[in-house]
């Protein structure tokens, strides 16, 4: 449990981090190019490549994610009991008031 929260608070940071050092580095000349373009232009560059680079994190994110053994978490025993029993009971209680409409008509 732990490694999945630690692999969560890592992507979120760079979910913060990347864009905005995308931004800060566009705006401050230090990436190459970058002190050719207009105001506009560097404008719109930075921000289409900050917003790119989100999604290049949940991407990562997510590859992470289905890269994880899938027997590796087991479903806690006490909990699938009470969700099974709680699924019977409703069940049963729907049955019940659907012959007791039944009777009523």
Same mark, same amino acid.
């Given at each position: 449990?732990?490694?999945?929260? &630690?692999? =969560? =608070?890592? &992507? *979120?940071?760079? @979910?913060?981090?990347? +864009?905005?050092?995308?931004?800060? %580095?566009?705006?401050?000349? $230090? $990436? +190459? %190019? *970058?002190?050719?373009?207009? +105001?506009?232009?560097? &404008? $719109?560059?930075? %921000? =289409? ?16 994610? @289905?890269?994880? +053994? ?8 006490? =909990? $699938? ?7 019977? !009971?409703?069940?049963? !209680? ?5 012959? *007791? ?5």
């Amino acid at each position: 449990m732990a490694g999945v929260i &630690t692999k =969560f =608070f890592i &992507t *979120s940071m760079l @979910m913060w981090i990347v +864009p905005v050092a995308i931004l800060y %580095g566009f705006n401050h000349n $230090l $990436l +190459p %190019g *970058s002190a050719n373009l207009s +105001p506009h232009s560097l &404008t $719109l560059v930075s %921000g =289409f490549i900050a917003v790119i680079s989100v999604n290049v994190v949940i991407g990562f994110y997510i590859y992470m994610a @289905m890269k994880e +053994p899938s027997n590796k978490h087991e479903p806690d025993p006490a =909990f $699938l009991a009470e969700a099974k029993a709680s699924v019977s !009971q409703s069940t049963s !209680q729907a049955e019940d008031s659907s012959i *007791s409409e039944k009777k009523k008509e």
